[in-house]
């Protein structure tokens, strides 16, 4: 997937301190969007919108895939964001891609399988990730989409010209990542971080480390105990050469357990080998991950402190009535 270096415009910039997408934009250009941002509004159109159009690249490797003779998964949606002139040559590129939607496709449901209770799941995603429609979710998921919200709406409009459905019992909601804050939107939509979540990224625009940076922080506060977090970074996001997997796993070690996740880098190669692929070791523009949330949420947190609060009281009260 094309590495995208700048993000949707907005009206105004918000904190770096809450937002995620305030993140994707330096210094420089955040202030340049201000003072063009209508101009900027009236200018984009489907053709010059970068994270539009590489969405639309992911779902025509998703689209090239399915019409394989022996496809790693089947995507009948994918078809529908594609335009009839496009052509795609990447073969290399959506080998890997591919391998990597099935290996996050597979490790959803399987996770997502063995969750008691409601079943919540979080996309980090292009805004045109069809996982919710095409993925055999078990009843009561409710999935979360954090997008580009001008992607999604597009995407929610091709999905519902052709009739998809999300499987019945579930519910699908979304979060435009241009939001302030993510976190506290999450919380209204629903989300308990009492509950097992399962969080997934893949084709988020990230643009700086500190903008992922900020993404482990969402996740890691809301992320029970125990909870994965798995899916695609770009790889120029390493500090080191990549390439070096010692290197790089060391510093993916100590970006993650930073905030609180013992992370694996998993090979793309022996992820193919499994599935009867041949892909070229190495050879990836991304770095593809699973990651165990080793902290409490802050809901944990706070239940615990009421609790711990709860009981000293009555041991207070306890204690009174005695003397």
């Given at each position: 997937?094309?590495?995208?270096?700048?993000?949707?415009?907005?009206?105004?910039?918000?904190?770096?301190s809450t937002s995620i997408a305030?993140?994707?934009?330096?210094?420089?250009?955040?202030?340049?969007?201000?003072?063009?941002?209508?101009?900027?509004?009236?200018?984009?159109?489907?053709?010059n919108d970068p994270l539009l159009q590489s969405a639309i690249n992911s779902a025509s490797l998703r689209f090239q895939e399915t019409r394989r003779p022996d496809p790693?998964?089947?995507?009948?949606?994918?078809?529908?964001?594609?335009?009839?002139?496009t052509r795609m040559d990447l073969e290399n590129k959506s080998k890997h891609y591919c391998i990597a939607t099935k290996f996050v496709d597979d490790k959803l449901l399987r996770t997502v399988n063995h969750?008691?209770?409601?079943?919540?799941?979080?996309?980090?995603?292009?805004?045109?990730?069809?996982?919710?429609?095409?993925?055999?979710?078990?009843?009561?998921?409710?999935?979360?989409?954090?997008?580009?919200k001008r992607v999604f709406q597009k995407a929610a409009e091709k999905l519902n010209g052709i009739g998809a459905k999300i499987p019945r019992r579930c519910l699908l909601l979304h979060v435009p990542l241009e939001l302030p804050n993510i976190q506290e939107t999450l919380v209204t939509k629903g989300?308990?971080?009492?509950?097992?979540?399962?969080?997934?990224?893949?084709?988020?625009?990230?643009?700086?480390?500190?903008s992922f940076e900020e993404i482990l922080l969402t996740v890691s506060g809301m992320a029970m105990k125990g909870c994965l977090f798995l899916g695609e970074l770009p790889a120029w996001l390493a500090e080191t050469e990549f390439?070096?997997?010692?290197?790089?796993?060391?510093?993916?070690?100590?970006?993650?357990?930073?905030?609180?996740?013992?992370?694996?880098?998993?090979?793309?190669?022996?992820?193919?080998?499994?599935?009867?692929?041949?892909?070229?070791?190495?050879?990836?523009?991304?770095?593809?991950?699973?990651?165990?949330?080793?902290?409490?949420?802050?809901?944990?947190?706070?239940?615990?402190?009421?609790?711990?609060q709860r009981v000293e009281e009555d041991g207070d009260e306890e204690g009174f009535e005695e003397l």
């Open positions: 997937m094309e590495l995208l270096r700048f993000a949707t415009a907005t009206a105004t910039a918000s904190p770096p305030a993140l994707f934009l330096s210094n420089t250009q955040r202030k340049k969007k201000q003072r063009n941002a209508c101009s900027i509004r009236a200018q984009l159109s489907d053709e790693l998964f089947v995507d009948p949606y994918a078809g529908c964001f594609v335009l009839p002139h969750m008691d209770g409601l079943k919540q799941v979080v996309l980090l995603s292009d805004g045109m990730d069809t996982r919710p429609y095409r993925l055999n979710w078990p009843s009561s998921t409710i999935i979360f989409d954090i997008s580009p989300f308990n971080g009492n509950r097992p979540s399962i969080w997934a990224i893949q084709g988020l625009p990230v643009m700086t480390l500190a390439g070096n997997k010692s290197s790089t796993q060391e510093w993916m070690n100590n970006l993650f357990m930073s905030n609180g996740f013992k992370v694996e880098m998993i090979s793309y190669d022996e992820v193919a080998k499994r599935l009867g692929k041949v892909v070229k070791p190495g050879d990836s523009e991304n770095i593809l991950f699973v990651a165990e949330q080793l902290r409490c949420s802050d809901d944990q947190m706070e239940a615990w402190r009421r609790e711990l």
